[in-house]
């Protein structure tokens, strides 16, 4: 029997995982998915925002600015790439600068530090590439970026060196109320026991809530598509660029990645399932809209594009509460954005004053929070590298071209903790494939390694899990 099971591989169970691990704890993790950070904390914007937006007062607001305060040194112990690189909402009319104004107010009271109102000459020396419209701006220097699958893979690595169990593959299919806890079943019918859960199931939260007898809230999908845009665009801006919002929306943010490439989106459209394709319309408002708010957008840089779908609820807030009804079971939900940025502090809270209710919290004294990843390994000096290629010579050899990721790199992420099982897997750890050819030269590569490591036959190695398989069988 478990003490606590999460359901949910995404970054609000991932940091909740962490958490949990801090305290003597048997704690484990299902995922309907092959692996880790597949629903919205693989495909989102990556911004971690300063907290002016979230209506004062809400669950949103509270715990946006507080997970913004925590997450430089949250992913600082876990090695994940995180940069202050400011955010600016510009105005390109009299009526927007009225919005600026009300932002600024609003951003002080939810407790945002260092929001300052700058006019167009300033703007326009801080981002050379601001339309020509454009007349000034809302400057919150605390707005950040960070690497969303980073963070949700490393707190899981590092919650599963603390302890903690990954059960991946495992969808849960329902949920039967024991005398002391929970019996939590599988599609493929694997059983697991706990005497609390924490559900935290994104786009299916609704749904496990409801296997567990909870029918108080409804969750719904919104759909956000993406242009990416080569490193070599990387400095077209250097702040993450937003248009003031209006009644018509919020429109799209133009952005550097903390990888350096350069990042338009997203769109916002209610979609009834979970699907993550791209619209040719989606696409086409990404590209109109980028243009009119910046000029010389570098779109023949594109390399590709992609859509994530966003998980609100019908409360218009995050869910964060013990259930009303049902004992035991925890609802982290409808965390759609600002939950990124709002994960560490939403972890804290759930263990601390949630979990709390049900199960004693004593400190695990061998609670080791630090993890060292390799992957900056391009970033070395020559005498660095050197060192490490004399004591392992799968470092001396480059796999992806362009984003220059060794096979030890490779290697690593497939036997660290959560391991990769996938193309895919590995990309989102090390980046083999994240290039401007997107994995065309180092794919099959990327595939022979992993059936080594893994002991397994080639062409049972998948894209992305499930049935995404890239070899049929032999011809020859
Ligand atoms: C387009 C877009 C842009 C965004 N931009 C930002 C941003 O810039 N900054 C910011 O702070 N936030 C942003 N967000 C919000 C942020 O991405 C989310 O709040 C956050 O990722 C939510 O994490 P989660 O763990 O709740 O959900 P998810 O990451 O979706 O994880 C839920 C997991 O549960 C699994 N699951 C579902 N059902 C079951 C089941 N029955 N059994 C087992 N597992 C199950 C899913 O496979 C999934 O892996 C954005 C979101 C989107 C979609």
Redesign the pocket.
Same mark, same amino acid.
């Given at each position: 029997m478990f003490d606590v099971l999460v359901?949910?591989?995404?970054?609000?169970? *991932?940091t909740v995982l962490r958490e949990l691990t801090k305290y003597e704890l048997k704690v484990c993790m $299902? @995922?309907? @998915?092959s692996d880790?950070?597949?629903?919205?904390?693989?495909?989102?914007?990556?911004? $971690?925002?300063a907290g002016y937006d979230a209506k004062e007062g809400s669950l949103k607001a509270k715990f946006?600015v507080l997970?913004s305060k925590m997450m430089k040194d949250y992913a600082s112990e876990l090695g994940v790439k995180y940069r202050v690189n400011g955010s600016l909402v510009v105005a390109f009319s009299e009526e927007d600068l009225e919005t600026l104004k009300e932002l600024k107010v609003r951003g002080e009271k939810n407790g945002v530090e260092s929001l300052e109102i700058i006019g167009e000459s300033e703007l326009k020396a801080l981002e050379p590439n601001i339309a020509d419209n454009a007349l000034g701006a809302l400057h919150a220097k605390t707005g950040a970026i960070v690497c969303?699958y980073d963070l949700?893979i490393a707190s899981i690595g590092n919650a599963m060196d603390n302890g903690a169990e990954l059960y991946v593959d495992?969808?849960?299919?329902n949920i039967e109320k024991l005398e002391n806890g929970f019996k939590v079943t599988?599609t493929d019918g694997r059983e697991l026991n706990a005497k609390v859960i924490i559900n #935290? *199931?994104?786009?299916?939260?609704g749904?496990?809530a409801s296997?567990a007898g909870d029918n108080t809230f409804k969750v719904g999908g919104?759909?956000?598509e993406?242009v990416l845009l080569d490193r070599e665009s990387g400095n077209f801006v250097s702040h993450t660029i937003f248009k003031t919002p209006t009644k018509k929306g919020k429109g799209i943010?133009v952005t550097q990645t903390v990888d350096g490439n350069i990042l338009l989106?997203?769109t916002a459209e209610e979609v009834d399932d979970g699907e993550t394709y791209t619209s040719q319309d989606g696409l086409a408002f990404v590209t109109k809209t980028a243009n009119e708010m910046c000029k010389n957008v570098p779109h023949y840089n594109t390399i590709t594009s992609f859509?994530? $779908?966003?998980?609100y609820c019908d409360r218009h807030d995050f869910i964060i509460e013990n259930s009303p009804v049902v004992n035991g079971l925890i609802n982290? *939900?409808g965390? @759609?954005?600002?939950?990124?940025?709002? #994960?560490p502090a939403i972890a804290k809270y759930t263990v601390e004053e949630l979990v709390s209710k049900h199960l004693s919290l004593n400190a695990n004294k061998n609670f080791n929070g630090v993890r060292k990843p390799d992957y900056f390994f391009k970033n070395l000096t020559i005498e660095e590298k050197n060192e490490i290629i004399k004591k392992d010579k799968r470092y001396g050899k480059i796999v992806c071209r362009c984003e220059e990721i060794t096979e030890g790199e490779i290697v690593r992420a497939i036997n660290e903790n959560p391991k990769a099982t996938s193309v895919d897997a590995v990309k989102r750890r090390v980046r083999a494939g994240m290039g401007r050819c997107q994995g065309g030269f180092c794919q099959p590569h990327v595939a022979e390694i992993l059936a080594r490591e893994l002991n397994v036959p080639f062409e049972t190695i998948t894209k992305n899990g499930k049935n995404s398989n890239l070899l049929v069988g032999k011809t020859k």
């Open positions: 359901v949910g591989g995404g970054v609000i169970g *991932a $299902v @995922e309907k @998915e880790v950070a597949m629903g919205q904390s693989k495909a989102n914007s990556g911004i $971690v925002h946006n997970g969303p949700t495992f969808e849960v299919a599988a #935290a *199931a994104g786009l299916g939260s749904k496990v296997l919104r759909k956000g993406y943010l989106g997203p859509a994530g $779908v966003r998980a982290l *939900a965390i @759609e954005s600002p939950g990124l940025t709002s #994960a």
